[in-house]
């Protein structure tokens, strides 16, 4: 019998992240199954598909195939980056442009790092201008007021150059998708009232986790309702265990949780009703909530 053996560290570090998307796809790529069939394998749509796969490369969990493995990057000059920016063509368009959004001119070494993303990375000229406003709009999306640093816009261009974002026609739609989210994140944090500093990075991946398995506003803010109705506060692994519980049952939207989700009947004999949790006035918890709980409990035990 074939069996696959996971190392514990990489299994603790999935599990912290809290996605099952992200669970299933890892499992799947453990067990042989071809990247570009993951979709179809699944039964998971593209998009989440795609957003688990971006989650594993954070975690450290999923590593290119070989179409991604590059040599050492050159170590660029200023000779290198004077000549690229005196020669014909779009580069010297894109310095403009980018100490335009900038709003100042930019330092040598800035115009190395520039000059890599064109040169090295193999972006155009006009993708790399779309990525440093997408940069500068995620950043201000996330409440900063301060301009991204040209380190951070290099960063999020290997991601780009490695998801293959490379043409203008590839790159409109995963900007606006990708700004999109950060939109719903950010109105999500207004109503989970996590107001007055920014977002940890766990927090903001289970939002953006919620959201992908299909969910809408108004489904998250009612687990979040009945987080810290039953719990006192909003614990984060709780939230998830609930929302999980609907996923898993196809239930993604308030009628959708309140049809699927009833509370047993008083007339119920009392050796099938579910036993009241909480303190006094917050009533029983529905069976998903239960469910949660115990899991929680369970969790915390190891």
Not at 107 to 134: A, H, Q, R
Not at 267 to 291: C, I, K, T, Y
């Amino acid at each position: 019998m074939d069996e696959l053996k996971l190392p514990l560290s990489q299994v603790r570090r999935l599990l912290s992240a809290g996605s099952g998307g992200a669970a299933l796809l890892y499992l799947y790529l453990q067990s042989g199954g071809p990247l570009p069939s993951a979709s179809g394998a699944l039964g998971l749509p593209q998009e989440q598909v795609d957003a688990a796969l971006t989650l594993l490369r954070g975690l450290g969990l999923y590593e290119e195939g070989t179409a991604h493995i590059r040599p050492e990057p050159p170590r660029y000059t200023e000779a290198d980056v004077l000549s690229a920016t005196k020669r014909e063509g779009s580069f010297p368009l894109l310095v403009g442009e980018a100490q335009r959004r900038f709003g100042r001119v930019l330092s040598t070494e800035e115009l190395k790092i520039l000059l890599s993303m064109t040169d090295y990375l193999g972006l155009p000229e006009e993708v790399v201008g779309l990525l440093i406003t997408f940069c500068i709009q995620r950043a201000r999306a996330k409440g900063s007021a301060r301009a991204p640093s040209l380190r951070s816009v290099e960063k999020e261009a290997y991601r780009w150059a490695d998801e293959g974002i490379d043409t203008l026609q590839t790159a409109g739609p995963y900007m606006q998708a990708r700004l999109e989210r950060l939109t719903q994140i950010g109105r999500l944090q207004q109503r989970l009232q996590l107001t007055g500093r920014r977002l940890t990075q766990a927090e903001e991946r289970y939002l953006n986790d919620w959201l992908e398995l299909g969910f809408d506003e108004e489904a998250v803010v009612l687990a979040y309702e009945r987080t810290c109705l039953n719990t006192g506060s909003m614990k984060w692994p709780y939230c998830n265990s609930i929302l999980q519980s609907w996923h898993g049952k196809g239930l993604h939207t308030v009628p959708e949780i309140e049809a699927g989700d009833a509370r047993p009947q008083t007339g119920q004999p009392p050796h099938n009703r579910r036993v009241p949790v909480g303190s006094a006035g917050q009533g029983e918890l529905g069976d998903f909530e239960q469910d949660a709980l115990a899991r929680m409990l369970e969790s915390a035990k190891r």
